[in-house]
């Protein structure tokens, strides 16, 4: 038996892996990120900057440390790690022998007047015995289909690490930009209610006026328009912020409970440059990508372990150990035995199926293929929109910080004709209403800009590596 594990051993180490052998996909990518600055595809990339770094809060720092240790979907994202770790073991224990202790009993006895009717009258023939030994399998992998599955397996594995890298970054991502929002929400509120107070003093000062003759009732309701519709902006702002306050418990695996701020959204420092980098790092920095490309070498491999069915699977079964009548005798020399049934299986006719199991396995790869193209090529499209959306967001807001400043001057202007009674309310109305939604856009372009910046860093893949 010895010789013959020697010999079995000794094909498996020299038997062949059918199937492809995997090679990374050539792409072509471009040499620049669209959008980006010329300077910075010779910078480093803004992925390199540690989340902790990106945007200096204590506050936000600490929320993402939370989140980090506690999200539910990051836990689940581990767990199915921890499953493919496993289903890899389980998977590659296929290429090893499998030796299992077996112990049985037998009794039987015979009918003189069956199968045996040659018995003499009064003898009975029966027996019983006792078999204790090990007993070994295995499945001698000369074609490689095992080797592939556990190629499989181990990609797999990587994949779902990806997959948890990815949802680490999501999580960082999505903590920052509803704590911005929440940080947006407030300045909304404070908007609001600065407005509400200066409709409330234009109202009575309208009301006084309108009492004393100078005024009509007109110019009361025009005044009470102003407070209303800030009172509603308000309630609005306040719905808001409990909801955000909510969102961000539940990414940090806590109850719903009122969130901590640090700087106001205004005094949070945006980067002063964001260079993304070249393409190409976006292969190895994009968890996503990985993944898609690990998912590849899976099903790659897969085509192999279907292609080796077509050959004969030789398989090993042996026992060692003793047989008696007595139990006290199993360890005896004459109740030794062994034996040992080497095996093939050879496919001759299965009504097209390991065909078919072959195309599936061809079919799986090329549609992960096309997953990992596009994969790249939204990659590729979600950098540049990001890059894109900074440099317009940055013009955009810088022109409304104008416009709010020349509205602000056109409120005090008209405050003041009316005052004088060179103009009706009419005219300081629309200078406070145009203020008060010029204030609000400028908070949302404020709070766009920071976004964009963490969506830039997203998805270059900053955040983990």
Known sequence: MRRMLVVVSALTLCGCTVGPNYKRP??????????????GTATA??????????????????????????????QIAAQHVEEARFQLGITRANQYPFVDAQAGFSAQ????????PDIPPGETFKNSYTTLGAALSWEVDLWGRLRRLTEAAR??????????????????????????????QDLELQISQQTQGTAKNSLDLVELRHRQGAASALDVRQAEELLFTAGAQSAADQRAIVQSENLLSLLEGAAP????RGRKLEEI??????????PAELLERRPDIRQAEQNLVAANAEIGAARALYYPQISLSAFAGGQSTALLQLASGPAHMANIAPSALQAIFHGGQIKNQVRLSEAEQKEMLITYQRSIYTALREVADAEIAFDRLREQRSQEERLVNTLTETVRLSDLRYRGGLDSYLQVLDAQRNLFSGQLVLAQLRLQERVSVV???????GGWS
């Open 109 to 116: 006895r015979y009918s003189s007047i069956g199968a045996t």
């Open 269 to 278: 420092p945006m980067p002063s440059q964001i260079p993304a980098g070249l």
């Open 155 to 184: 990609a797999s594995y990587l994949a779902s690490e990806e997959g948890h890298r990815d949802v680490s970054i999501s999580l960082i991502s999505s903590v920052m930009e509803t704590y911005f929002q929440l940080l947006e």
């Open 257 to 260: 409970a009122a969130q901590a």
């Open 455 to 461: 969506q830039l860093y997203r998805a270059l893949g």
């Open 26 to 39: 050539q792409m072509a990518l471009p040499g620049e990120f669209r959008g980006a600055p010329a300077a």
């Open 45 to 74: 990339s803004l992925a390199a900057t540690k989340w902790q770094d990106l945007f200096p809060d204590p506050v936000l720092e600490q929320m993402i440390k939370t989140a980090l240790a506690q999200n539910f979907d990051l």
